[in-house]
């Protein structure tokens, strides 16, 4: 086990440089902190780059029996790699994953459209949601946050191993709909109750940033749109809260169909 006690070691420089974006997309590789995310990374050995540990924290078996690269690192080390204000010790580079979205046209899913949400831990809360209620994929619009910040990834609390996660544009969404899926936007401005409301078969459904809802041409695209019955004195619901809602009840119908 090496041991790395400067700042000026490359694989040092390297890893930090990963909290930038344009480096994690220049590498196809993305940091995951403390002792959580690695133990589920380890359910996906594949994907693991390699392993840093501060100099005090026990060395996991499965790093020698996956034969994972392992360094050992300084506490100032540590804080400079980790992302957060008060590190764990445990710092990991892992790959991107990389889904094909073919499956997406050869059956007949459920997966979330997620139209600008831009907020960090709404993004990994709802991917969080999505692995626990087993959804069958994001997609990402433009403005939405970066799913593989150091932030997302946290608040993912693991699920971004699990859920394929794809950014997508209007065409690529139209192909979708051209092969027999339905859009269902999530907007305040209707009547339609998501519970009245089929959640059957290939399924697309849109949820909107707080600040923006959803854009018109997710509107236009919709053959449906749909509401959660709220109290009418309370102005709107968090989008990560919306969305475990509307997958709850996509899950309850779809269950029971099956």
Known sequence: MQHLTSRDNPLVKETIKLKQKKYRQQTGTFLIEGERMLREAFKTPELLVRVFLEDDIPIPREINSLNIECFQVTSAIMKAMADTEHPQGVVAVARIPQHQPEYLFDRSVMVLLLDRIADPGNLGTIIRTGWALDLDGILLTAGCADPFSP???????????????????????????????????????????????????????????????????????????????INSKVDSLNAAVSCAIIMAEARRQRDTHH
């Open 151 to 229: 932030k997302v990834v946290r608040a993912s609390m693991g699920g971004i191993f699990h859920v394929p996660i794809f950014t997508v544009d209007g065409e690529f969404v139209d192909r979708l709909l051209d092969n027999g899926y339905k859009m269902i936007a999530a907007t305040p401005n209707t009547r339609i109750s998501i519970y009245d409301t089929d959640w059957q078969g290939a399924v697309i459904c849109v949820i909107g940033s707080e600040a923006h809802g959803v854009d018109d041409q997710w509107l236009q695209r919709s053959s449906q749109q749909v509401v959660i019955p």
